[in-house]
T-cell receptor
């Protein structure tokens, strides 16, 4: 069974630009969660989607948004990029059931200059 | 108080020793507990999950859960240099849907 895939793997952007990241879940997984990971803050939860609906949202500004498609693939968008948005962005997918074993993709490394 | 607390380390152990990694959590309603291993520059990899009090063993890894003390630990027996990584504790709260919160992670160094 193929794992979680994320594209692109690396991105370099400048302040003020926007970026879209993509995540394709494991087959059969309907829940996709997004995390931001930085050395000082660890894994910070952004949001979670299940059946095209956002079920939960972390404490991030509105510049961070996401969506999920009918095939469970998900995208997240960051607008008006700031230097502090430089991070590893990870998506994790699960079946969405009671025991939420999450499986991570390889991540997208975003650098904002 | 952070929801999931871990000592960031580094924890240094000699090769062949037992590494003990600890995690405490604040929400008594937590139902699912996970340990992830993350090598530098890589994404987290699920290595253990535990849902009820007691021990769960998988190869050289043992997860221990004590809900009364709100404490979960991971023991790594016969530690190898390849075990050197950051170990993330994650806790799930909720019923049909569970919100998972991660600790900051403990960096483990196994010294040859």
């Amino acid at each position: 069974k193929a794992g979680v895939t994320q594209t692109p793997r690396y991105l370099i952007k400048t302040r003020g630009q926007q970026v879209t990241l993509s995540c394709s879940p494991i087959s059969g997984h309907r829940s996709v969660s997004w995390y931001q990971q930085t050395p000082g803050q660890g894994l910070q939860f952004l949001f979670e989607y299940f059946s095209e609906t956002q079920r939960n949202k972390g404490n991030f500004p509105g510049r961070f948004s996401g969506r999920q498609f009918s095939n469970s693939r998900s995208e997240m968008n960051v607008s008006t990029l700031e230097l502090g948005d430089s991070a590893l962005y990870l998506c994790a997918t699960t079946t969405g059931g009671a025991h939420n074993e999450q499986f991570f993709g390889p991540g997208t490394r975003l650098t904002v200059l | 108080q952070k929801e999931v607390e871990q000592n960031s380390g580094p924890l240094s152990v000699p090769e062949g020793a037992i590494a003990s990694l600890n995690c405490t959590y604040s929400d008594r309603g937590s139902q699912s507990f996970f340990w992830y291993r993350q090598y530098s520059g890589k994404s987290p990899e699920l290595i253990m999950s535990i849902y009820s009090n007691g021990d769960k063993e998988d190869g050289r890894f043992t997860a221990q859960l004590n809900k009364a003390s709100q404490y979960v630990s991971l023991l790594i027996r016969d530690s190898q240099p390849s075990d050197s990584a950051t170990y993330l504790c994650a806790v799930g709260v909720g019923g049909g849907y569970q919100k998972v919160t991660f600790g900051i992670g403990t960096k483990l160094q196994v010294i040859p």
